[in-house]
């Protein structure tokens, strides 16, 4: 159990993949905060606070979960909350390398902090944010991966 964990990520939108890891969290976790990185090195399609507001529609209603956005180190966030737990998705061997080395990272910096990874449902496990970017950017359906919301303003951002 942990009383409050930290879901940092991009969610440059979030998907349904998020949605799923973030439900399962749930099972162990008193409080989520569902932390948007301020300072992520990529070049995003929507602001952060587009990603803060379409976060908390999709998770709107529920007591356990609140959203915020983070600049900085992920452990001196962790530590500055009280939170002494990262969760984050896994869905592929690919995704490995990249969290462990995160991981580890993040207990030499904080040795307090625990991360737990956890696999979303199988039918999630090819989705990620990039590719719904992409094929909503050529006007492919993606109503099957992200929530009604996000899926309007994917549609808003694409539509000239
Ligand atoms: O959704 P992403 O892009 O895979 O999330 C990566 C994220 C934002 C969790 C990671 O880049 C991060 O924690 N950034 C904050 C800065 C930081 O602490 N960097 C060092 C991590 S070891």
Known sequence: MSGLALYPGSFDPVTNGHEDI????LKFVDRL?????RNGSKTPLFSVDERVRLLEV???GEPKISVCS???LLADFARAEGADLVVRGLRAVSDFEFEFQMALMNRQLSPE????FLMPDQHLTYLS???VREIAGFGGDVSAF???EVLKALVAKSSP
């Open 70 to 72: 983070f600049e900085g």
């Open 129 to 131: 944010s990039s590719i």
């Open 22 to 25: 973030v439900r399962r969290s």
């Open 58 to 60: 999709v998770f709107a």
């Open 146 to 148: 992200v929530h009604p």
């Open 33 to 37: 905060v569902v932390a948007v990185a």
């Open 113 to 116: 902090l625990e991360t737990v």
